[in-house]
Each structure stands twice: as structure tokens, then as C-alpha cells.
């Protein structure tokens, strides 16, 4: 009774010819599929990127040989073990086999072990730290990167100082810039919530952990070195993206790296005029705060016609001008502007839900603002408007009066020129 | 083989059994004690839920079918909407659903009368629609929005009321699901009937044992987390705020060591339906039934190592090695069940019933999550894709295409046990055509627009991705769509479709060893299990199968009944 118990399949030559061609597809299948990977991955703009493609290459052809093996044998069975019409009988009692299943274990560990210690390889190889990092103009400097809801901002430890004997610190905004061969290596804080820096062109990914801003907060890091990349046109720009929600506007919370050819073109068109603009500022006030306002995250959540920003998490900033008079009763315009900037939290606009971030003297990193930059940015915020509330004719005397009267601070509305000072005027004059 | 004379207990000598009475639809909406009215309430709770959190999904897609925010008011709404599509299927669909049919069917399948603790059954099931209710009562506060994974500070310093409400809800949650986890362990262990040792037991046993013993252990990290959320959200301690000392990588360690054991809740009970389905109706035992039970046990173990690999990109360099390798391990486990699953249905007669088209729906679909998981695990590769949609590709082709696939097979396959009808198989089938390539054109292509850089949870993206992610969107319409075949299916088929009788798929485990729907005692008599719960092709088992259905033949479901 026990008579098919126990029998295994036998071979036949119907199914070394199906073997044979489920051999033959699985190889094209796999060629295609890796013909796929450079398609479907960003182009290939960082020494790591290289080796965590080939990677992901190799995990292709074994996962296509799975992919293969599986979908095969459901295949075959599907087509040649269907019950005839009207057989109503069981299949043959095999309970299993013991060898193939140590085969079916003892393989994929192998395989699994292998790809681990690949990884391993390539990420050690990818982690290796390097000899020198962010050098420019043969020295090392720093890079640091600010996270906030909801901009990225760069800022550039010059190790140079201006006239005061202050370090300068180029704030690049959104953009990374660096140039081929450039071992960078940033320094990233955020200043609220986690976010995650990706560059996809580079294949790095790291996320900003807050820490405790009274121990320099939790600085994390992030290693890449940009190369050359096949018809490519220098300076190539490549996306930053933030890859950890962290609220409203996180889709929109993006940046660029921008990769020149050399570091000749790095210092020509990036790095030297930066600092240049930064020793020889407007003396107009509104001009100054145009550029101040740009290096902060404000176009994060407002919008702006003027300077193109369209983000609707905060109030629009159009025509701001015009309603700063009315916003809170018994403060002028200038007192409204410098006190939503400064002390956010006291109000929020009605309709607005979502707490604005702080800035001021007391504030780290990228939220820091001085009472000389808060005059600025207010007085670039006065011309935002027709029938301004702002009282423009006295911008100098009415803002730091405001600033005055709501923090209690004096403010330097020559912004340190009036010291006069032969360094200071000789290179405004050669301007 | 003296058995055969007798092979299911006194039963077959009380011929003309009475006919079989269904519970009445009132009974299913009342505290009930019954595993089988709980199950059932388990199982149209779920699936009303998966409608709800599928419903999401749909706004999801829409809201994604262009680069710019359209359909959603903020990207706070945006967010509140995934935030609650992942609460509800995890927690309200995915996990009690396998409650819905391990309660159903476990007891039956060991010839039990009932689980171990009846009334902690019940008030387990009875958890739920409360807490679903807080839950879903953030909509009328600030909803939650820091997604289901819930990182602070977003969740604490930075989210409104809803956040709190949420919290709430997934501790009752949590509290339901230890309950019942409890509950299964207890009537596994206890219950067997004589001559079923653990090796003779049917393997969905062994799956929902597996299954408990995970939610049991690890559920509780979950209710700890969850304490410290609402204590820093409330009570004003800083457990995750560091300017008060408290670290932010604390909640995401103790969230995945619940949450990575929990992807194994949600899979490894459909692991367990496979083996029976693709075993019953490819009328072969199942292959290797020590190596797939242990594995069982081996993910459970296994799985419990592996959490930090959701903290990749956070975790400090150096301990991120082992976690890589934990992860890797993983996948031998799994590997030994899809060989042992294709060496059950190899030289088999099978039969493409509508259960069967959907386990093997869930082989070739599982495998590419399988795949993808691999891939996941490489770290130098892993850097490039966390938190993209290559990820959100891979958890839902292991929960949609694993855990929903085996959803829909064992709707199929104990459907007339429940009801005493059988479903209609043509509409089967056009369900699963319209799912299996729905779900495949959805899920596939995220792979690629998360390699090309789209993040995942966001509401506006580069218009680069426009086209992939249309194609997304109109293949997830069709799976939407697919749902409601199955609802139109189920609903008819309760009040027309034909008869069952006991064992429509000549099956040797014992729950179709009695009346469909079971008495409410589920065996008149204990019922004898026959020697090995896949011995389909002897004599034996042919023998024990016509004396199922001769004694069963006049003991089925009142045709009048509807």
C-alpha cells in the first residue's frame, strides 16, 4: 500500500531539455537585468559611488540567480505538475531529503557570508580615512552643515580673518560647493528635528541627530570625494535631499552640490568672490539685508515674490510692509518685524499653525543673527510693500529705536565702518 | 494501520448528524465567548480597516500623481495621511487579521473546544475597536504626523494632541495583541489532542506559536517606548529631549526592537497558511515539515537581532557591521521555507483553486522582497537607498505581497469552513489577476525611483519621477479596485454560494473534520487526528478522507439556512 512512498522524481530527457532552457533564460535574464543597473542608479559623481555600485551589481546577478531559480521551478511546476482534468488522486507521498535540504541551507549561507564580507570590504574601503579633507588654497578647513526645518545651509570655516581680526565664514545657503578630487569632509547639526542628508549622486547618506546645544550639540559626519563624471558639463550641480521626515515641508527640504572641474575654478568662481562680498558689504542697510536674508533658512517656509521663494508653511511674506503696523496692537511696524524675528514664539499669525524658528544673539550655527544683521533684514523687510507701515524716511533711527525698545540692544548702524579704520577703506576703495 | 477502521473518534458512529446552523449576523456584533465568533470578528474588523487604511493609500496616489502638492491641503495633511495608512494597516488590518484566523482555526485544527482562556479571547478582540477609535480620533485634534514609526523629537516636542491620541491607541493595541499571543501559546502547548505531538502538529500551529511567543517578548519594548513617548509628551520628562539629557536614538533602539520582530508577526503566520494550502491542494505532504517548522523558530529567534538595521544611517559607524551581518543570517531561514514550499508543490497534481493561485502569488511575489532584503542589508548599499522608496518597495512586497497575498489565500481556503458555502472561484480568480498585477506594477517600480533618488514621505518631489510615479498611480488604482471583487465575492457567496460540506479540499487536518460551519462545542466527539497532517497520497489517508466525508455527508449546512 505504502507503493509511490518515498519515490523522488525521476529524470527524464523532457526535463534536461525544460533545465536546459530555464538555464538559458535565467543567463539573458540576468544579462538584461544588469544591463538595467547603471539606468536606474543616479550618474556616478563620488569615488564611493563606484564601489557601492559594483556592489550593488554583484547583488543583482545573485539576486537575479535566485530570482531566476524560484520563479523557474514555480514555473515549471505550475505547468507541469496541474492535475488533469478529473484526476481526483493525490501526488506521491515524499515526505523530503535530507541532503537537499543541508544543500538549500549550507548554500545560501555561503552566499550570504560572501556578500557580507564584500560589504564589509567596500565599507571599510568607502570609510578609509583620508590623508587630507576640504583642502583649499593648500589649507584644511572646516564644513559645516546646519539641518533646519526645513533648509539645508553650508558654512565654510575660512580659517581667514577680516579687519576686526575675525574669522571669515562663507555661507553658501542650500549649496555644497566643491570641486573634483576634493576629499570633503562636513560636519552636519541640526537644529530641531532629525533630518537625513543624501546626496544620491554620491551615495552617501547621514542623519543629523540633535544633541544638547549647551555641549556643541551631537555633530555627526559625512565623507565624500567627488570625480569626474563622463560628459559631464563643470560646474555639474547635483540634488542634496532630505531623506528623514521631519514635517511639513520636508519634500521640499532639498539642496545642490556643485562640483567644479578644478580648484582654480572652485577659488575663481565660488570661493574667492565669497569672501571678497563678505569683506566689502552694502553700506545701504537694505541692500545688506537682501543678501543676509538669503543665508538664513527663511525661504524655508515663507514666500517672497521678489526673491522668487514660494513656500507656504509660514505667512507670506509679500507686501509684509503694509500689515506690520496692525499685526499686534501697540507695536509699530518695526517693533512687529524685529520681534517676529527674534522672539517668534510670542505670536503666530492667524491661520498658521506650525511654530516659526528661532534666530537671535543666543541662537547656534545657522539661526545665530546680531542686532546689526537683525537691522538689516528688517529694513529689507520695510521695502516689502506699496503703502508701507514702515517709517522708511527714518529707517536709520526707527528700526534700532525698535531694537531698542524691544531687547534693549544698541545697534551699530554703520555696521563697524565708522571706525574708519585704513584697512577697512582701502579695500572698500579698490571695490 | 488499525485507525483506518475508525478514524475519527465515536463521531462516525452517530450517523445523521443534526444540520449544521449558522450563527446569525447578530451574534458577530455581541460579546461572545467562541473562538469562532471572535474570529470572525477579527476578520470583518480587519478587513473593514484594510478598506480604511487602503482608502489612504488611494489619496496617497493621487496626491502623488504630480510633483507639486494638489489634492492635499499642507504636507502636514500629507503626512498625517501615510502616518495613519501604516498605523492602520500594521496595527488595525495586518496583525489582527492573523488573529482573526489562528482564533478561527487553531483550535479547530488541534480538535479543541474552545482557547485555553475564552473570556481573555474576547476581551482581547474587544480592545481593539476602542483603541481604534482613539486612534482615529486624532483627526479631530492635530492628527499625528511623524509617521507610524513615530521619531522624536518630531513626535514629541514638535507634533500636536493626535500624537498623544495615537500613542494610546498602540498601547491598547499592544495590550490586545499579548493577550491574545498569550492565549494561542497556552492552547498550543495544552491542547493537543492524544497522538499529536509538536512534530505532528499542522504547521500553521507552528507558525501562530512562533508568531506569539515574538509578540510576547517583544511587544512589551513597544509599551515601554510608548510610555516614554507620552511621558515626554505630557508629564514633561526629556527620556528623548537632549537638552534634558534624554537621546533620540533611545526611541528608535527600542521601537525597532518591538518593530523588526513585528514585520515577523505579520508574515510568519501567512508562512504557516502556505504550508497548508500549497500542501492541501497540491495533494503532496509538505516538504521538509521539521526543517519549516523549526525555521518558524529560527526567524523568531534570529529576528530579534537584527533591529538596528533601520538605524543605519544613524547609528555610530562602527556597530553598524553586525547588524549587517545579523540581517544577512535572516535570510537562510527564510530561504529554507520558499525551497521547502516549491520542493511541496514539485511533482504534486495540483489543483488552481483561487487559494492556490494566491499562495503561489505570494511565492513569486515574497521572493523579490526576499531579494530586495538582501540587497537591504548590504550596508555600502544600504546608505544609498534608506528612507527611500526603494525601502517602501521592499516592506510591501514582504507585507503585501507576503502577508495580504496569504490574507486573501486562506480567505479562500477556510471560507467554507466558516460559512458553509463555497466561494465563487471564477470571481476568485478575476480577483486575483486584477491583484497580482496591480500589485506588481505598483510595488515594482518604486524599486527604481528610489534608486534615482526620491525619498520616501514626501508630498512634492523632482518632476524628473512625474511618469514613474504616474504609473505607480494608475496600477494602484487597479489594486484598489481589485478589493472590492472580493468584498462583491465574499457577500454573495455567504448568501448563494454552493454548499461546502465538511471537507470541500479533502484536507487531513482536523478542522475539516467536522461540520462547516463546526457545532458550537466544534466535534460532536474528540475527533482522532490522523497520523501526519500532510500524509496525502497512501492508502491511509484515502481511507480517513471518505470516512471524513461518510460521516459528514448528511451533517452539512442547512440549505435553507440563508
Redesign the interface.
Known amino acids: 500500500m505504502n507503493d509511490n512512498r518515498n519515490r523522488s522524481p525521476s529524470i527524464s530527457p523532457g526535463a534536461v531539455v525544460v533545465a536546459a532552457i530555464f538555464l538559458l533564460v535565467s543567463v539573458i535574464g540576468i544579462n538584461w537585468f544588469t544591463s538595467f543597473v547603471p539606468v536606474v542608479l543616479p550618474p556616478q559623481a563620488s569615488a564611493e559611488s563606484k564601489s557601492v555600485d559594483d556592489l550593488f551589481y554583484v547583488l543583482v546577478i545573485i539576486g537575479g540567480i535566485v530570482f531566476f531559480l524560484i520563479q523557474g521551478m514555480l514555473l515549471i511546476s505550475v505547468i507541469f505538475f496541474r492535475a488533469k482534468s478529473g484526476d481526483q488522486s493525490d501526488g506521491p507521498t515524499y515526505h523530503g531529503n535530507p541532503l537537499l535540504e543541508i544543500v538549500w541551507t549550507i548554500i545560501p549561507a555561503g552566499v550570504v557570508v560572501f556578500l557580507a564580507v564584500l560589504s564589509f570590504n567596500v565599507w571599510m574601503q568607502n570609510t578609509e580615512p583620508k590623508a587630507t579633507v576640504n583642502m583649499i588654497d593648500g589649507n584644511e578647513i572646516k564644513i559645516n552643515v546646519s539641518g533646519a526645518r526645513y533648509a539645508w545651509t553650508h558654512t565654510y570655516q575660512t580659517g581667514r580673518l577680516d579687519d576686526n581680526g575675525e574669522q571669515i565664514v562663507i555661507n553658501s545657503g542650500d549649496k555644497l560647493h566643491t570641486y573634483i578630487g576634493q576629499n570633503i569632509e562636513l560636519e552636519l547639526r541640526t537644529q530641531d528635528v532629525i533630518h537625513s542628508y543624501w546626496v544620491p549622486a554620491m551615495r552617501v547618506k547621514q542623519d543629523l541627530l540633535p544633541g544638547n546645544p549647551a555641549t556643541g550639540g551631537r555633530p555627526t559626519e559625512l565623507r565624500f570625494t567627488p570625480v569626474r563624471v563622463e560628459d559631464e558639463t563643470y560646474p555639474a550641480a547635483y540634488p542634496i535631499v532630505c531623506a528623514e521626515l521631519c514635517g511639513d515641508g520636508h519634500g521640499r527640504m532639498t539642496g545642490e552640490v556643485i562640483v567644479y572641474a578644478d580648484e582654480s575654478h572652485f577659488l575663481e568662481q565660488f570661493y574667492e568672490p565669497a569672501i571678497y562680498a563678505i569683506l566689502n558689504p552694502p553700506a545701504d542697510p537694505v541692500l545688506r539685508g537682501e543678501i543676509l536674508i538669503q543665508e538664513y533658512i527663511c525661504n524655508s517656509c515663507h514666500t517672497l515674490d521678489s526673491l522668487e521663494w514660494s513656500s507656504r508653511t509660514g505667512p507670506s511674506l509679500n507686501g509684509i510692509a503694509d500689515r506690520a503696523g496692525e499685526r499686534v496692537p501697540g507695536q509699530s511696524a518695526e517693533e512687529y518685524l524685529v520681534q517676529s524675528i527674534w522672539n517668534s514664539q510670542a505670536f503666530t499669525v492667524p491661520g498658521y499653525t506650525e511654530q516659526m524658528a528661532a534666530f537671535g544673539p543666543d541662537q547656534t550655527d545657522a539661526n545665530a543673527m546680531n542686532a546689526e544683521q537683525l537691522y538689516a533684514i528688517t529694513a529689507y523687510l520695510c521695502t516689502q510693500g506699496e503703502q508701507t507701515d514702515c517709517d522708511t524716511e527714518n529707517q536709520t533711527t526707527a528700526i534700532p529705536a525698535a531694537i531698542k525698545t524691544s531687547f534693549g540692544l544698541d545697534v551699530d548702524i554703520t555696521f563697524g565702518q565708522s571706525a574708519g579704520e585704513a584697512g577697512t577703506t582701502e579695500t572698500a576703495d579698490e571695490g | 494501520m488499525a485507525t483506518i477502521a475508525v478514524p475519527i473518534g465515536a463521531q462516525a458512529e452517530q450517523p445523521g448528524a443534526e444540520a449544521v446552523r449558522r450563527p446569525a449576523l447578530s451574534e458577530y456584533l455581541r460579546w461572545s465567548v467562541d473562538h469562532k465568533i471572535i474570529g470572525v470578528q477579527y476578520g470583518i474588523s480587519s478587513f473593514l480597516f484594510f478598506l480604511v487604511g487602503g482608502a489612504m493609500a488611494m489619496a496617497i496616489r493621487w496626491e502623488l500623481l504630480t510633483p507639486a502638492l494638489d489634492l492635499m491641503v499642507?504636507?502636514?495633511a500629507y503626512?498625517s495621511l501615510f502616518t495613519m495608512h501604516g498605523t492602520v494597516m500594521i496595527f488595525l488590518f495586518i496583525i489582527p487579521m492573523w488573529a482573526a484566523f489562528g482564533n478561527f482555526v487553531v483550535p479547530l485544527q488541534l480538535g479543541a473546544k474552545d482557547m485555553a482562556f475564552p473570556w481573555l479571547n474576547a476581551f482581547a478582540f474587544w480592545l481593539i475597536p476602542p483603541a481604534a477609535i482613539v486612534v482615529l480620533m486624532g483627526y479631530f485634534v492635530?492628527p499625528a504626523?511623524?509617521?507610524w514609526t513615530s521619531?522624536p523629537?518630531?513626535s514629541t516636542?514638535?507634533s500636536?494632541d493626535g500624537q498623544t491620541l495615537w500613542a494610546l491607541g498602540a498601547h491598547l493595541l499592544g495590550i490586545s495583541s499579548i493577550m491574545g499571543s498569550i492565549n494561542f501559546i497556552v492552547t498550543i502547548l495544552n491542547m493537543r489532542p492524544e497522538g499529536m505531538t509538536l512534530w505532528r502538529m499542522p504547521l500553521l500551529c507552528w507558525a501562530v506559536l512562533a508568531t506569539s511567543i515574538i509578540a510576547v517578548m517583544a511587544t512589551p519594548f513597544l509599551a515601554g517606548a510608548l510610555t516614554l513617548l507620552l511621558l515626554d509628551r505630557v508629564a514633561g520628562t526629556t527620556f528623548f529631549?537632549?537638552?534634558g539629557?534624554g537621546d533620540?536614538?533611545l526611541w528608535q533602539n527600542i521601537f525597532w526592537f518591538y518593530s523588526h520582530p513585528a514585520v515577523y508577526i505579520m508574515v510568519l503566520p501567512g508562512m504557516g497558511v502556505l504550508s497548508e494550502v500549497l500542501s492541501i491542494h497540491?495533494?503532496?505532504?509538505v516538504?521538509?515539515?521539521?526543517?519549516v517548522g523549526l525555521s518558524s523558530m529560527g526567524i523568531a529567534f534570529v529576528g530579534f537581532t537584527v533591529w538596528a538595521h533601520h538605524m543605519f544611517?544613524?547609528l555610530q559607524?562602527e556597530l553598524?557591521?553586525p547588524f549587517?551581518?545579523t540581517t544577512?543570517?535572516i535570510?537562510?531561514p527564510t530561504?529554507?521555507k520558499?525551497?521547502?514550499w516549491?520542493?511541496t508543490?514539485?511533482?504534486?497534481?495540483?489543483?488552481?483553486t483561487s487559494a492556490m493561485l494566491f499562495a503561489?502569488g505570494f511565492?513569486?511575489m515574497f521572493?523579490?522582497g526576499?531579494?530586495?532584503g538582501?540587497?537591504l542589508?548590504?550596508?555600502?548599499?544600504d546608505?544609498?537607498v534608506?528612507?527611500?522608496y526603494f525601502v517602501v518597495s521592499h516592506f510591501h512586497f514582504v507585507l503585501f505581497g507576503g502577508s495580504v497575498f496569504a490574507i486573501y489565500a486562506a480567505l479562500y481556503h477556510w471560507f467554507p469552513k466558516v460559512t458553509g458555502r463555497m466561494m465563487n472561484e471564477r470571481w476568485g480568480r478575476i480577483h486575483f489577476v486584477f491583484t497580482y498585477f496591480g500589485f506588481l506594477f505598483t510595488f515594482f517600480p518604486m524599486?527604481?525611483v528610489g534608486?534615482?533618488?526620491m525619498?520616501?514621505?514626501?508630498?512634492?518631489?523632482?518632476p524628473a519621477f512625474t511618469q514613474w510615479n504616474q504609473l505607480i498611480g494608475i496600477s494602484a488604482f487597479v489594486l484598489g479596485f481589485s478589493s472590492f471583487i472580493v468584498v462583491y465575492n465574499v457577500i454573495h457567496s455567504y448568501f448563494r454560494g454552493p454548499v461546502a460540506g465538511a471537507n470541500p479540499w479533502r484536507a487531513l487536518t482536523l478542522e475539516w473534520a467536522t461540520t462547516s460551519p463546526p457545532p458550537v462545542t466544534n466535534f460532536i466527539d474528540d475527533p482522532i487526528p490522523y497520523e501526519n497532517p500532510y500524509?496525502?497520497?497512501?492508502?491511509?489517508?484515502?481511507a480517513y478522507l471518505d470516512a471524513v466525508d461518510e460521516t459528514f455527508r448528511h451533517g452539512g449546512l442547512a440549505s435553507s439556512s440563508h
Open positions: 499642507s504636507g502636514s503626512n492635530t504626523e511623524a509617521g521619531y523629537p518630531l516636542l514638535f500636536g529631549d537632549a537638552t539629557g533620540v536614538l497540491s495533494r503532496k505532504p516538504f521538509g515539515y521539521r526543517m544611517t544613524s559607524p553598524r557591521i549587517m551581518i544577512m543570517i535570510a537562510v530561504g529554507i520558499m525551497f521547502s516549491l520542493g508543490i514539485w511533482g504534486g497534481k495540483i489543483r488552481f503561489l511565492l513569486s521572493v523579490i526576499g531579494i530586495t538582501v540587497m542589508a548590504a550596508l555600502p548599499f546608505i544609498h534608506h528612507d527611500t524599486h527604481i534608486m534615482l533618488g525619498p520616501r514621505r514626501v508630498a512634492v518631489y523632482d500524509g496525502y497520497g497512501t492508502e491511509a489517508a484515502t
